[in-house]
């Protein structure tokens, strides 16, 4: 007996040493901090305006770029507000799917479209800003993912907002083509995207700006519409007392107010133009951006959630018997089309890339 707890405490012992010695493994697996190098140290094309420091070395392997999720540069704060806000919508999901029945009553797809496209974009996101500093090719390629992504959420408001939240007049009006339209207009943004980002050494900043921004904006006006409609029916009622506010309305305003704020700091790079090199780590406008556009998306899908309890009499009769099946073939689709933009633009970047590494 003796020797028997004599083993047990050698090896508890020994336990304790391989414990202790945890910290040390773990700090020296991961890269150090001085692997993070100045805005002059990296090719022009990895360069973020104002921001002048924490960039990480490119042609590294893989897993210096997978372990860098845990090291300070200046894609640590972006890579974490949308791994954060993924895992969000994951247990949004996960809490919704003890009230609503996703599997047996079709009613409910919209709102599981919206879920999946949600974390989706935001985990393709998150991917992005961490794989994407390994080489040009591999910052092209994760990008089109991130685009795929923003296409597939595209999809998903559209969806929720045409079935949920539309009024009957608006219906009357764009029933049989708003979703086809939604979906043309998802794969266009995603192809400005692409485009934007493959004339990156031929167009000025701002054209490209442009190329990307102006076909999400019509994606989004088009997909948010009906939500507009509502506003725009509810508010004269309101005005003059003779209507009761819905649950839902109120996240709806507030997915537009945080989804018209996430677009100023996407396309305005503030605050770090005003403290320049101040804003590497944390603060820049792209990170704000990331957060504005988590917070509406969860007000997004609350709203949702809201409006597939409470006007279920409104969209049974709006949607006829098939028309959720459809919309979720349309929205495989849409993800499918959206992958061939993103892969021929990706072939045509790297015949590019080709090229001029043989004219070097």
């Known amino acids: 007996m003796a020797t028997i707890v004599m083993e047990q405490i050698g090896r508890l012992f020994i336990n304790l040493q391989q414990l202790r010695r945890v910290p040390q493994m773990l700090s020296e697996s991961l890269p150090s901090k001085t692997d993070t190098l100045c805005d002059t140290e990296v090719p022009q094309f990895f360069r973020e305006r104002y921001i002048y420091s924490g960039y990480r070395a490119l042609h590294r392997n893989w897993r210096f770029y997978f372990l860098s999720l845990l090291q300070r540069h200046n894609e640590t704060i972006n890579v974490w ?3 954060v806000g993924a895992l969000v919508v994951l247990i949004k999901t996960v809490q919704l799917s003890e009230t609503v029945d996703f599997m047996n009553d079709p009613h409910s797809w919209p709102l599981l ?3 999946l496209s949600s974390t989706v974009y935001m985990t393709f996101s998150a991917v ?3 794989l994407a500093g390994k080489s040009e090719l591999c910052h092209y390629a994760f990008f089109y993912l991130d685009y795929v992504g923003v296409s597939l959420y595209q999809y998903g408001s559209a969806v929720a907002h045409y079935y949920y939240a539309i009024e009957e ?5 764009v029933r049989g083509f ?3 339209i939604a979906s043309f207009l998802c794969c266009l943004s995603c192809f400005g995207c692409c485009y934007g980002k493959y004339r990156n050494y031929s167009l000025p900043p701002w054209v490209r700006k442009i190329g990307q921004v102006v076909p999400s904006a019509v994606a989004y006006s088009w997909d948010t519409s009906p939500v507009f409609h509502r506003f725009i029916t509810w508010f004269p009622s309101w005005a003059k007392g003779d209507s009761k506010s819905s649950p839902a309305l109120l996240f709806h305003f507030g997915q537009v107010a945080f989804f018209l704020s996430s677009a100023f700091f996407f396309t305005q790079p503030v605050p770090e133009r005003w403290f320049p090199g101040h804003c590497d780590f944390l603060g820049q406008g792209h990170q704000l951006f990331h957060v504005l556009l988590a917070m509406c998306t969860v007000c997004q899908i609350h709203a949702s959630f809201l409006d597939y309890l409470n006007r279920r009499d409104f969209y049974v009769n709006f949607h006829a018997d098939g028309e959720a099946a459809f919309f979720f073939l349309l929205f495989i689709l849409t993800f499918v089309m959206s992958a061939l933009i993103a892969l ?3 072939v045509k970047v790297k015949r590019l890339l080709d090229y ?3 004219t070097k």
């Open 356 to 358: 001029r590494g043989k």
């Open 169 to 173: 007049s608006w219906h009357a009006c």
């Open 178 to 180: 708003f979703m086809p």
């Open 344 to 346: 021929f633009m990706l």
């Open 113 to 115: 479209i919206l879920l």
């Open 128 to 130: 992005a800003h961490l």
């Open 81 to 83: 507000t949308h791994l």
